[in-house]
């Protein structure tokens, strides 16, 4: 209980850095490819609420630091608010993303200036708003390869062979048939590079069958094993629900280190970015078939939770054989964080181009259907989405919220 009121200021400020830092990415996504396009920005915004650091550019775009860091947004020239609903002269009518005909088009551009329509964000063609919206979130992704391609050509990356090097007395490993020296060649299908690409296969399995081939001495072997549901512990203590197969990989001292030279590095980053959405992706697949457990969804505490004990986990002696001096825990500590950054950074790009009216992947649905069908949405089509959507979004933030809570009492006591 102690630790816990310990970590929580601390967990409280690193959550409010690792946001930031996102929120700015993504949104600088957003404004930077409006600029390029020709796009007016009126306000640049960390945080909502009262600003308290506030400046305009010589662009005349208003940069603003705000008393809630909880988010942030890209206000465009004649946006009605923060989601870039509409211009603010359709006020009185349904929010929409587009004008819903010629004719309101008309109406609100006889309002403005020729000067004030070409630089209106409204008015732009629909690739134009498409390619703004969408820039949000590739932002995160991009962020996230950058993180991931910097730790490998500073810090190397952990290479851990497909090796199995003892299996758990009455696991499923063992009624498969594993043995100790097997080298797992595939895990349905598809080659294994690493002793990573199995656990992943495990961890997303859902309790399925999984087929392996492995390699025991020389000759290829056939095994189909189905994982177990276990009550674990994740790398900082937490107490999570996992699947276990009972195979015991080689030890750290048998890992190797593999420092990447900058192509390299890059590559590895997009494939770490594709191993990331790829996971989440059959994740929620496997919650929406019924054969995962949603309580194990986090929201914002448990993201506070984590970017807390990464923080500090450079400083836990008892992951190190002798523990070294402060500044080594730091930096320890410091790329666990960098880390997280990076995972979170494509989670948030992930959410957010999701098909739901009010995120990035809602207008990216409006503006398909009006290349697609040469005209906008209706604007009561367009208002019902938006309302139905601020409600799907409300519903799933208290949904984890209260899984975030019950999780965190469960760890307390």
């Not at 189909?224 to 999570?240: F, L, M, Q, S, V």
Request: overall charge negative; hydrophobic content about 50%; some cysteine.
């Amino acid at each position: 209980m102690l630790e816990t009121l310990l970590i929580l200021p601390i967990s409280i400020i690193a959550f409010i850095a690792l946001l930031m830092i996102i929120v700015f990415f993504h949104e600088y996504g957003h404004f930077s490819v409006a600029r390029m396009l020709g796009v007016k920005v009126d306000v640049f915004s960390i945080g909502f609420g009262k600003p308290i650091l506030q400046w305009i550019d010589r662009k005349g775009t208003q940069w603003r630091i705000s008393a809630l860091p909880l988010g942030g947004y890209v206000k465009f020239f004649g946006d009605l608010n923060a989601a870039s609903q509409g211009p603010a002269e359709a006020a009185q009518k349904p929010a929409t993303t587009q004008f819903p005909g010629p004719r309101e088009a008309e109406e609100i551009a006889g309002g403005m200036s020729a000067e004030d329509r070409k630089v209106c964000f409204h008015f732009k063609p629909v690739w134009v708003r498409a390619a703004v919206v969408a820039a949000g979130p590739i932002a995160n992704f991009v962020l996230a390869v950058v993180i991931f391609a910097g730790l490998y050509m500073s810090l190397g990356r952990v290479i851990v062979e497909p090796m199995v090097m003892d299996v758990t007395t009455d696991s499923a490993a063992a009624e498969a048939g594993f043995l100790p020296g097997d080298r797992i060649v595939t895990v349905n299908g598809r080659q294994v590079a690493e002793f990573g690409d199995v656990a992943d296969a495990v961890l997303v399995s859902g309790g399925d069958e999984i087929r392996f081939e492995v390699d025991r001495g020389g000759e290829t072997v056939a095994i189909t094993a189905a994982a177990t549901r276990i009550e674990n512990t994740d790398r900082y203590g937490n107490k999570i629900e996992s699947w276990r197969l009972g195979i015991v990989g080689p030890s750290a001292q048998d890992f190797t280190f593999r420092k990447y030279g900058p192509i390299e590095a890059v590559s590895a980053g997009f494939g770490e970015l594709g191993r990331i959405l790829e996971l989440t992706v059959r994740y929620i697949g496997k919650i929406v078939l019924g054969k995962e457990d949603a309580s194990q969804l986090g929201g914002p505490i448990k993201m506070a939770q984590y970017a807390g004990q990464s923080v500090m986990s450079g400083f836990d002696d008892s992951s190190y054989r002798e523990p070294p001096g402060f500044l080594l825990k730091l930096r320890a500590s410091l790329v666990d964080f960098i880390f997280l950054a990076a995972v979170v950074s494509v989670s948030i790009g992930f959410l957010n181009l999701m098909p739901v009216p009010v995120l990035d992947g809602g207008h990216l649905m409006y503006y398909a259907y009006e290349a697609i069908a040469g005209r906008p949405l209706g604007a009561q089509a367009q208002a019902f989405g938006f309302r139905l959507g601020v409600v799907l979004l409300a519903s799933l933030m208290i949904f984890v919220t209260w899984n975030d809570i019950n999780n965190l009492l469960s760890s307390i006591s």
